[in-house]
């Protein structure tokens, strides 16, 4: 019989990731990873060259299948995962127009507060799932007309990464759900372009793509494609946003499995069969990859950024001990980390270096590190970053679990899931066990191929892709750490409530420095 193949594209922040799975097995061939620089004009601003995307979409694609030896023609189906809430306008012939304002770009604070002067956060909340804030695509827009009218004016859509990519393949102007929902324009209840929130913005509907469910064929490869070693006719399925992809490749596709993300941010998210909006407006929703589901999902923006900050900060001498030794540095910060108990002596980290999302939605956050004493280390800093991390995200899950979200099984992926250390102190912070799954820093590009198989009907739905292709790992218990946490979690909470005002007075008297809001 011969071999049948999905191929996944992932165009992330850093750039794009090709991999292929075997369809009948599930099973992962390969990946090949292009990158492709960020431009930064001003300290909050952030901003890619669309044509870079395709460079590296064409780049990834040929090095994957030259090293594989795979023949095109056996791809039976491409789907893609891509960053979201992003903006790039092109002409009506698909010629972008500029480059690209990415999601971490800040520049439309003045926009986004003029759409919350417009129409309230609840409402906006209400009707979109989501806050408002400069990250999202519709105050990127808006700036654009204010900024760059001419530009504005000859602009026939706006799109997102993946959708550039897609169009390039297919002449197809679509999106799907999720990086419609991005954008803050859509009506996630009734997954439609929001006259009410276009009206108020001032945007037009035709500037934008046609939205389309996350399995979709929208089209095919043409010539184009053989830029890129792929052959024309390939049917193309749209797939989704990153963060939607990650909860498909984790296997949360369907009420009662949830997962956490482990990344530079990280996030809680599960599945639900309705919009489960929080009444304090602490966490989000997305239209899931399954048309018939949602995934409510609260992001923390500090996670792996907080220990890469520790490792710049405090672990010089480790770092160079790993350099020496060819290991990399945070298994040497994590063995150091493992030498304290779990609570660190009474140590508490609150991770908001960047500012925060989830739960407290606060730019002006910052990090803290509360209780040192003269019996406390190197190691005991290091270990209070992990569990500050763990503590915050126990927030997001609670806070989820008070919206209705089921996560009765929860999953761990991304990079931080191979850290032993961190997956125990996350299930002694939760008080329930998280399983690893095989493959948890290809959950994102799994989840896309997931997506496509089940487009063109090679696997009848996600839940039935979701147990051929995800596989699961070493599945951590709760320990007696547990009892500690359980100690210590008001008190996290009640460091941050107590210090709110401390970090609006400190951003007042010293100003914002150029650190980067959320995003």
Same mark, same amino acid.
């Given at each position: 019989?011969?071999?049948?193949?999905?191929?996944?594209?992932?165009?992330?922040?850093?750039?794009?990731?090709?991999?292929?799975?075997?369809?009948?097995?599930?099973?992962?061939?390969?990946?090949?990873?292009?990158?492709?620089?960020?431009?930064?004009?001003?300290?909050?601003?952030?901003?890619?060259?669309?044509?870079?995307?395709?460079?590296?979409?064409?780049?990834?694609?040929?090095?994957?299948?030259?090293?594989?030896?795979?023949?095109?023609?056996?791809?039976?189906?491409?789907?893609?995962?891509?960053?979201?809430?992003?903006?790039?306008?092109?002409?009506?012939?698909?010629?972008?127009?500029?480059?690209?304002?990415?999601?971490?770009?800040?520049?439309?604070?003045?926009?986004?507060?003029?759409?919350?002067?417009?129409?309230?956060?609840?409402?906006?909340?209400?009707?979109?799932?989501?806050?408002?804030?400069?990250?999202?695509?519709?105050?990127?827009?808006?700036?654009?007309?204010?900024?760059?009218?001419?530009?504005?004016?000859?602009?026939?859509?706006?799109?997102?990464?993946?959708?550039?990519?897609?169009?390039?393949?297919?002449?197809?102007?679509?999106?799907?759900?999720?990086?419609?929902?991005?954008?803050?324009?859509?009506?996630?209840?009734?997954?439609?372009?929001?006259?009410?929130?276009?009206?108020?913005?001032?945007?037009?509907?035709?500037?934008?793509?046609?939205?389309?469910?996350?399995?979709?064929?929208?089209?095919?490869?043409?010539?184009?494609?053989?830029?890129?070693?792929?052959?024309?006719?390939?049917?193309?399925?749209?797939?989704?946003?990153?963060?939607?992809?990650?909860?498909?490749?984790?296997?949360?596709?369907?009420?009662?499995?949830?997962?956490?993300?482990?990344?530079?941010?990280?996030?809680?998210?599960?599945?639900?069969?309705?919009?489960?909006?929080?009444?304090?407006?602490?966490?989000?929703?997305?239209?899931?990859?399954?048309?018939?589901?949602?995934?409510?999902?609260?992001?923390?923006?500090?996670?792996?950024?907080?220990?890469?900050?520790?490792?710049?900060?405090?672990?010089?001498?480790?770092?160079?001990?790993?350099?020496?030794?060819?290991?990399?540095?945070?298994?040497?910060?994590?063995?150091?980390?493992?030498?304290?108990?779990?609570?660190?002596?009474?140590?508490?980290?609150?991770?908001?270096?960047?500012?925060?999302?989830?739960?407290?939605?606060?730019?002006? %956050?910052? =990090?803290?590190? @509360?209780?040192? *004493?003269?019996?406390?280390?190197? +190691?005991?800093? &290091?270990? !209070?970053?992990?569990? $500050?991390?763990?503590?915050?995200?126990?927030?997001?899950?609670?806070?989820?679990?008070?919206?209705?979200?089921?996560?009765?099984?929860?999953?761990?992926?991304?990079?931080?899931?191979?850290?032993?250390?961190?997956?125990?102190?996350?299930?002694? %912070?939760? =008080?329930?066990? @998280?399983?690893? *799954?095989?493959?948890?820093?290809? +959950?994102?590009? &799994?989840? !896309?191929?997931?997506? $496509?198989?089940?487009?063109?009907?090679?696997?009848?739905?996600?839940?039935?892709?979701?147990?051929?292709?995800?596989?699961?790992?070493?599945?951590?218990?709760?320990?007696?750490?547990?009892?500690?946490?359980?100690?210590?979690?008001?008190?996290?909470?009640?460091?941050?409530?107590?210090?709110?005002?401390?970090?609006?007075?400190?951003?007042?008297?010293?100003?914002?420095?150029?650190?980067?809001?959320?995003?």
């Amino acid at each position: 019989m011969k071999e049948r193949y999905v191929l996944a594209h992932d165009l992330g922040t850093t750039g794009d990731k090709a991999v292929l799975f075997n369809v009948s097995s599930g099973r992962m061939m390969g990946s090949a990873f292009s990158p492709y620089p960020t431009e930064y004009p001003s300290p909050t601003w952030a901003e890619q060259d669309p044509e870079d995307w395709w460079r590296a979409f064409c780049a990834a694609n040929c090095e994957l299948l030259s090293r594989l030896g795979i023949d095109p023609r056996g791809i039976s189906v491409i789907s893609f995962s891509g960053q979201m809430m992003g903006c790039l306008p092109v002409a009506r012939d698909g010629t972008p127009l500029r480059k690209a304002i990415i999601w971490a770009d800040q520049r439309a604070t003045a926009e986004a507060q003029a759409l919350l002067e417009r129409l309230d956060l609840e409402a906006i909340y209400k009707i979109t799932g989501h806050r408002v804030g400069p990250a999202y695509s519709a105050p990127k827009i808006m700036w654009f007309k204010s900024h760059e009218p001419n530009l504005y004016r000859r602009t026939y859509k706006f799109l997102q990464a993946k959708d550039f990519i897609v169009y390039k393949l297919t002449g197809e102007w679509v999106t799907d759900y999720s990086d419609a929902c991005g954008t803050g324009l859509l009506d996630i209840r009734y997954k439609r372009w929001s006259e009410e929130v276009l009206a108020v913005a001032g945007i037009s509907g035709e500037m934008l793509p046609e939205i389309r469910s996350s399995t979709d064929v929208v089209g095919e490869t043409g010539e184009d494609a053989e830029e890129a070693g792929l052959v024309p006719g390939i049917p193309i399925v749209i797939g989704g946003g990153d963060g939607v992809c990650a909860t498909a490749g984790a296997g949360a596709v369907q009420p009662g499995i949830g997962h956490v993300y482990l990344g530079s941010s990280a996030w809680v998210a599960g599945a639900s069969e309705a919009p489960l909006l929080d009444p304090k407006m602490r966490t989000f929703s997305w239209p899931h990859l399954d048309p018939r589901l949602y995934s409510p999902n609260g992001t923390m923006h500090n996670a792996g950024s907080a220990l890469e900050w520790a490792k710049r900060a405090l672990g010089n001498l480790e770092s160079e001990l790993a350099r020496w030794l060819n290991l990399s540095p945070y298994d040497v910060l994590e063995k150091v980390a493992e030498q304290v108990p779990p609570g660190s002596e009474g140590l508490l980290f609150l991770p908001y270096i960047m500012g925060e999302r989830s739960p407290h939605w606060n730019p002006n %956050a910052r =990090g803290v590190f @509360l209780g040192i *004493t003269r019996r406390h280390t190197k +190691a005991h800093l &290091l270990r !209070a970053v992990y569990e $500050g991390v763990a503590l915050n995200l126990k927030a997001i899950y609670n806070a989820l679990k008070e919206s209705g979200v089921k996560l009765g099984e929860m999953r761990a992926i991304g990079g931080g899931a191979k850290s032993r250390l961190w997956l125990q102190i996350l299930a002694d %912070a939760f =008080g329930e066990p @998280l399983t690893a *799954t095989e493959a948890p820093l290809e +959950a994102t590009a &799994l989840g !896309a191929a997931m997506a $496509g198989v089940v487009g063109v009907g090679l696997v009848e739905d996600l839940q039935a892709a979701a147990e051929r292709f995800v596989g699961l790992g070493e599945r951590t218990e709760p320990s007696s750490g547990e009892e500690t946490y359980a100690r210590l979690y008001p008190l996290f909470l009640d460091a941050y409530k107590a210090l709110e005002p401390v970090f609006d007075l400190l951003v007042d008297a010293i100003g914002k420095g150029g650190w980067d809001e959320e995003t």
